[in-house]
C-alpha cells in the first residue's frame, strides 16, 4: 500500500476552515483515501472515504485531484472539540485492509 | 448497539504474568482487527481475522496470540508479559459496503507492564 505523508501539527482558530493535506505519491489504482480523527484516550473514528474528486459529508470535505497523489481533508468551521490527531490512509478496495497508520496530523484549535 | 466494546479499560501487569484483553462486537462484522498504540505514535496492526475461525499476523505479532471462535469475538492473549506491551491496545471490526471498507474502533485497554 502507498505510503502516506501529512504534517506532524497545525493549529487554528474557532469559526476557521482547516485544510490538512496528505501526500501519497505512490496510491495504486485500485486504493481509495480514508481519513480518520481520534480523541485522547478514544479509538481512531472515521470521518471520510473518497476515490477521486470531491466528496462531502455531514462532517468535512474530502478533495482529491485528478493525479490523486495528494488529498486535502477540509474542516469547516472548526470548534475546540475538532481537537484532535488526523490520519490520512491509502486502502485497497474490495478486500479487508490492515491499514497503515502513521503519526497523523495533531490538530489544535485555540479560542 | 454497543458497537465494539473491550475490556478491561486499565490493567498492571508484573512482567511475566499473562492476561486477555477481550473485544466483542454486535455489528456482526466479519472482519475483526487488533492494534497497539504507542504513545505519540500510529496504531500497529498485531492480528487480524477476516471470520470465525480464520486468524492471521499483523505488523507486530510477538508475544501474542488471538483465537476468533465466533463472529462477535476476537480475544487477544498475551502470555509472558514485558515492558515492551506497554500500550493502549485497540480492538477494530468492519464491514464491507460495495469495495470499500470502515473500520469501527473500540474505546481501548491501557496496559502497563511493570
Known amino acids: 500500500l502507498a505510503k502516506t505523508t501529512q504534517p506532524i501539527s497545525m493549529d487554528s482558530y474557532e469559526g476557521q476552515e482547516v485544510n490538512i493535506t496528505c501526500s501519497h505519491n505512490n496510491i495504486a489504482t485500485n486504493d481509495y483515501i480514508t481519513w480518520y480523527q481520534q480523541f485522547p484516550s478514544q479509538g481512531p473514528r472515521f470521518i471520510i472515504q473518497?476515490?477521486?474528486t470531491k466528496v462531502t459529508n455531514e462532517v468535512a470535505s474530502l478533495f482529491i485531484p485528478a493525479d490523486r497523489k495528494s488529498s486535502t481533508l477540509s474542516l469547516p468551521r472548526v470548534s475546540l472539540s475538532d481537537t484532535a490527531v488526523y490520519y490520512c490512509l491509502v486502502q485497497l478496495s474490495g478486500g479487508y485492509n490492515k491499514l497503515i497508520f502513521g503519526a497523523g496530523t495533531r490538530l489544535a484549535v485555540h479560542p | 448497539n454497543a458497537g465494539v466494546t473491550q475490556t478491561p479499560k486499565f490493567r498492571i501487569l508484573k512482567i511475566g504474568q499473562s492476561m486477555t484483553l477481550q473485544c466483542t462486537q454486535d455489528m456482526n462484522h466479519n472482519y475483526m482487527y487488533w492494534y497497539r498504540q504507542d504513545p505519540g505514535m500510529g496504531l500497529k496492526l498485531i492480528y487480524y481475522?477476516?471470520?470465525?475461525?480464520?486468524?492471521d499476523k499483523g505488523e507486530v505479532p510477538n508475544g501474542y496470540n488471538v483465537s476468533r471462535s465466533t463472529t462477535e469475538d476476537f480475544p487477544l492473549r498475551l502470555e509472558l508479559a514485558a515492558p515492551s506491551q506497554t500500550s493502549v491496545y485497540f480492538c477494530?471490526?468492519?464491514?464491507?459496503?460495495?469495495?470499500?471498507?470502515?473500520?469501527?474502533f473500540g474505546p481501548g485497554t491501557r496496559l502497563l507492564v511493570l
Open positions: 473518497g476515490y477521486k
Open positions: 481475522s477476516v471470520g470465525a475461525g480464520i486468524t
Open positions: 477494530a471490526s468492519s464491514y464491507l459496503a460495495g469495495v470499500q471498507e470502515t473500520q469501527y
